[in-house]
Structure formats: structure tokens, C-alpha cells
């Protein structure tokens, strides 16, 4: 199956910095997402981004498709920004059906 | 995501009891997805159904079995529930009227087999 590679693993942040992760892909995708999973567990959808960039406040992110590779770039970085960053790729398996495959994440910590 | 609910949040069991996890969605999709988190880890499939007669396994299905009650409703059984499937499991949902597949996650459920 497609294989999904984050890094930095671990990266550790001081208040105000910025950052860039970035998530590699081993064949085509329909789609891919990214995720912020905070201290208590919870899945934070961020960006549905299969190709292009977009933005949204202090984070964005761009996927160029063509080369299997994602970036996402967090500015001015926050305590509130620590957490795990998940890059999922999503690839049609046949019947209609997609699956979203997920990488080992980014775990972020931001000191003030 | 507040649309995607799951009952209960945290659970502590034995060995060879049986658990069951439930999934509630307001979203309206039709797709729906259960995952297992283990520590350090991303999420793996379960299973996933796109309608309330669709069931699929997915890539760790065994010691696991689901129900698919209605649209917006999704529940996963463990059957004899065992310590290496101690893990944060969560549900998803997403619309196949939607030219995009973005799934949505629900808060997850933190289960412990002791």
C-alpha cells in the first residue's frame, strides 16, 4: 500500500518562531488532509488540500501532487499550537471505495 | 468536531469482556469509519461503511465487529475484548454527494483492557 513519511518527527518550538513540516507520498492520490490532534486527543481537521495552497490565518499549506509531497507552514507559532500534525493521504482502492492512510505525525511543542 | 459524537469518551474494561463504542453524526453523510489510534502512532482502518447496507473491512479488522443501525449511526463491537486493544478508536464520517472525500472526525473514545 502507499506509504506516507512526516517530518521532523519531534520539533520543538519557541513562542513566535515559525515552522515548516513537510509529508512525503509514495504513489497518486485523490486527496489529502491535514490534522492537528491537541493534548487531549481530539482531531482538528486543517486543511483538505489535494493540490494548490491555501491559507488560513497563521497556517497554510501547499501540495505539489506531481512530485508526492505536502508542506505545512505554521507562523508565529503559539503555546496552543503543540500538539501532533497528521499528513493523510487518501487513494482510490477500487468499487467507489477510498481510503485515507495516515502518517506516523509531527509531534510539535511550543515553549513559551 | 462537535457533528460527529462518540459514546462513551473513556472506558476501562477486562480481559473477555464484551464493549461496544458508539458513533452518532448530524452531518448527514452517508460514509462513515471506524480507527484505532495506539500510542505514537497515526490512525489505522477498521471498517467503513457507505451506506446502512454497505459494510467493509478494513486493514485491522479482526477481534472487531460493527453495526450499522441507521445513517447516523455507526457502533463498534469488541466481541472479547484483550489488553492489546487498549487504544484511542475514532469514528469518521464523510458525504459521497461531495466532489471531495474530507473526513470528519469524531472527539474518539480513549478505551483501556486491563
Known amino acids: 500500500g502507499i506509504q506516507v513519511e512526516q517530518s521532523p518527527p519531534d520539533l520543538i518550538l519557541q513562542e513566535g518562531a515559525n515552522s515548516t513540516l513537510r509529508c512525503n507520498f509514495s504513489d497518486s492520490v485523490n486527496n489529502l488532509q491535514w490534522f492537528h490532534q491537541n493534548p487531549w486527543g481530539q482531531l482538528i481537521n486543517l486543511f483538505y488540500?489535494?493540490?494548490g495552497t491555501k491559507q488560513n490565518g497563521r497556517l497554510s499549506a501547499t501540495t505539489v501532487a506531481t512530485e508526492r509531497y505536502s508542506l505545512l507552514y505554521i507562523s508565529s507559532s503559539q503555546t496552543t499550537d503543540s500538539g501532533v500534525y497528521f499528513c493523510a493521504v487518501d487513494q482510490y482502492s477500487g468499487a467507489g471505495s477510498y481510503q485515507l492512510t495516515f502518517g506516523k505525525g509531527t509531534k510539535l511543542s511550543v515553549i513559551p | 468536531d462537535a457533528d460527529v459524537t462518540q459514546t462513551p469518551r473513556n472506558r476501562i474494561t477486562k480481559t473477555g469482556k464484551r464493549i461496544m463504542l458508539e458513533c452518532s453524526q448530524t452531518?448527514?453523510?452517508?460514509?462513515m469509519y471506524w480507527y484505532r489510534q495506539d500510542p505514537g502512532l497515526g490512525l489505522q482502518l477498521i471498517y467503513y461503511?457507505?451506506?446502512?447496507?454497505?459494510?467493509n473491512k478494513g486493514e485491522i479488522s479482526d477481534g472487531y465487529s460493527v453495526s450499522r443501525q441507521a445513517q447516523a449511526k455507526f457502533s463498534l463491537s469488541l466481541e472479547s475484548a484483550i489488553p492489546n486493544q487498549t487504544a484511542l478508536y475514532f469514528c469518521?464520517?464523510?458525504?459521497?454527494?461531495?466532489?471531495?472525500?474530507?473526513?470528519?472526525f469524531g472527539p474518539g473514545t480513549r478505551l483501556t483492557v486491563l
Open positions: 461503511s457507505f451506506d446502512v447496507k454497505d459494510i
Open positions: 452531518k448527514g453523510h452517508d460514509r
Open positions: 469518521a464520517t464523510s458525504d459521497s454527494q461531495s466532489s471531495y472525500n474530507e473526513q470528519f
Open positions: 488540500i489535494p493540490s
